[in-house]
């Protein structure tokens, strides 16, 4: 696996491998893997000819007291599971490549509205540095298809709009979360937990589950009055158990609007902080299915 930092070493790799007729899968990461960025490169294998990985630690997706400075870092382990798993180009870029110049006077990229929801409520900042940086790594990369974990939904979804408005040709995958045994998705900040938290972590996704479950069974349920009798049973039963919930909300998978009577694709979002970690999860469910 070749390493590089500058985009002009970059651009003659993949314009190498372009002259051979192969096609170019992209997976961006900020580092510290784990099974379910291993995954997104095994999809990206199966998908492209030529797998493209970046590790960048993204400072305008991260507000006030978030754990920028903090985030872990582990390059070298990294780079040998990236390299055990066949990826033919890691790229490294330094903050000079992606932010010339002070970080206040930059061109950013955002998707409004949907980019103002959910974690884009609580976290002003976060989607403008996502968007702005993924716009940055496409047009320095240009792949073919770029990979993404699904336990990220409502930025994949995001990510899926920017390509759509501006036209990038490029074919957007979302792969599955992956998981522990007992259900927890796997996330470099679950690092951040202790080993009591760790067993309690799961309830999240359990708790989302059960909202599913009900609504599976009672179809009809999807008001706007008796959706948030769920949202707030699940909520209640996460502070029980320690959390602190930002949100829960059952959206349509499309456009992440609140569900409405008649909505059948569905997607349950959710975000709450244990300890110093803040988890987010999802459960996508088609109603009458």
Same mark, same amino acid.
């Given at each position: 696996?070749?390493?590089?930092?500058?985009?002009?070493? #970059?651009?003659?790799?993949?314009?190498?491998? %372009?002259?051979?007729?192969?096609?170019?899968?992209?997976?961006?990461? $900020?580092?510290? #893997?784990?099974?379910?960025?291993?995954?997104?490169?095994?999809?990206?294998? %199966? /998908?492209?000819?030529?797998?493209?990985?970046?590790?960048?630690?993204?400072?305008? *997706?991260?507000?006030?007291?978030?754990?920028?400075?903090?985030?872990?870092? !582990?390059?070298?382990?990294?780079? /040998?599971?990236?390299?055990?798993?066949?990826?033919? #180009?890691?790229? =490294?870029?330094?903050?000079? !490549? $992606? @932010?010339?110049?002070? =970080?206040?006077?930059?061109?950013?990229? +955002?998707?409004?509205?949907?980019?103002?929801? @959910?974690?884009?409520?609580?976290?002003?900042?976060?989607?403008?540095?996502?968007?702005?940086?993924?716009?940055?790594?496409?047009? $320095?990369?240009?792949?073919?298809?770029?990979?993404?974990?699904?336990?990220? +939904?409502?930025?994949?979804?995001?990510?899926?709009?920017?390509?759509?408005?501006?036209?990038?040709?490029?074919?957007?995958?979302?792969?599955?979360?992956?998981? !522990?045994?007992?259900? &927890?998705?796997?996330?470099?900040?679950?690092?951040?937990?202790?080993?009591?938290?760790?067993?309690?972590?799961?309830?999240?996704?359990?708790?989302?589950?059960?909202?599913?479950? *009900?609504?599976?069974?009672?179809?009809?349920?999807?008001?706007?009055?008796?959706?948030?009798?769920?949202?707030? *049973?699940?909520?209640?039963? &996460?502070?029980?158990?320690?959390?602190?919930? *930002? +949100?829960?909300?059952?959206?349509?998978? %499309?456009? =992440?609007?609140?569900?409405?009577?008649?909505?059948?694709?569905?997607?349950?979002?959710?975000?709450?902080?244990?300890?110093?970690? /803040?988890?987010?999860?999802?459960?996508?469910?088609? &109603?009458? %299915?």
């Amino acid at each position: 696996m070749n390493k590089v930092q500058r985009v002009s070493s #970059l651009r003659a790799a993949v314009q190498a491998a %372009r002259k051979d007729k192969k096609t170019i899968g992209f997976v961006p990461t $900020m580092g510290n #893997l784990h099974e379910g960025h291993l995954e997104l490169i095994r999809v990206a294998k %199966r /998908r492209a000819d030529f797998v493209v990985a970046s590790i960048y630690v993204n400072p305008t *997706q991260f507000g006030k007291n978030e754990d920028l400075d903090n985030y872990p870092s !582990t390059p070298e382990e990294d780079a /040998r599971m990236l390299a055990e798993l066949g990826a033919d #180009l890691l790229f =490294l870029p330094e903050q000079e !490549t $992606m @932010y010339p110049g002070a =970080l206040e006077g930059q061109t950013v990229v +955002y998707v409004p509205k949907i980019g103002d929801l @959910y974690c884009g409520k609580d976290r002003p900042e976060h989607f403008y540095g996502v968007t702005t940086v993924v716009s940055r790594l496409f047009n $320095m990369v240009q792949p073919d298809i770029a990979v993404f974990g699904n336990k990220d +939904y409502q930025q994949i979804t995001i990510i899926r709009r920017m390509v759509e408005d501006l036209a990038y040709p490029i074919q957007v995958v979302g792969v599955d979360t992956v998981r !522990t045994k007992d259900g &927890l998705a796997l996330s470099s900040r679950n690092g951040y937990l202790s080993k009591k938290e760790l067993v309690v972590a799961p309830s999240l996704q359990q708790a989302l589950q059960t909202i599913a479950d *009900q609504l599976q069974e009672k179809p009809v349920v999807v008001s706007k009055s008796a959706v948030k009798v769920l949202e707030d *049973q699940a909520k209640a039963s &996460l502070k029980a158990k320690g959390f602190e919930p *930002q +949100y829960i909300t059952v959206c349509r998978q %499309r456009d =992440l609007k609140p569900a409405k009577k008649g909505d059948q694709e569905l997607v349950i979002l959710a975000a709450a902080q244990l300890g110093k970690a /803040r988890l987010i999860d999802n459960l996508e469910l088609a &109603l009458g %299915r």
